[in-house]
């Protein structure tokens, strides 16, 4: 099992920038693929960026490429989401996630493991 939770949200203007951290417990986080998600009230949950076990793969929501940068540091067992250039649109809770598998799909459906979410407010 892996135990996740997320830091680093808050409020940031439009064009800001925001960083995300999910901590990872136990010792095999270099096994899990990793995802970030967001959830918008009232709208279903959306992968944002995936990455492989190893970080040599990643993927990324149409909406967000070129301005979000998924990352991890496996000696640290941290998942990172670098979110540059931020809309109001952006305004979600975010959730990291994990799944035993090298890279997870894309579906929220595919993680087995949640942290708790933090919120993300983007003031136009």
């Known amino acids: 099992q892996v135990q996740l939770v997320e830091s680093g949200g808050g409020l940031a203007q439009a064009g800001g920038s925001l960083r995300l951290s999910c901590a990872a417990s136990g010792r095999t986080f270099s096994s899990y693929a990793m995802g970030w998600f967001r959830q918008a009230p009232g709208k279903e949950r959306e992968i944002v960026a995936r990455?492989?076990?190893?970080?040599?793969?990643?993927d990324y929501t149409n909406s967000v490429k070129g301005r979000f940068t998924i990352s991890r540091d496996n000696a640290k067992n941290t998942l990172y989401l670098q979110m540059n250039s931020l809309k109001p649109e952006d305004t979600a809770v975010y959730y990291c996630?994990?799944?035993?598998?090298?890279?997870?799909?894309?579906?929220?459906?595919?993680?087995?493991?949640w942290g708790q979410g933090t919120q993300v407010t983007v003031s136009s």
């Open positions: 990455i492989s076990a190893g970080g040599g793969t990643t």
């Open positions: 996630a994990a799944v035993r598998q090298i890279l997870g799909k894309a579906l929220y459906t595919d993680y087995a493991y």
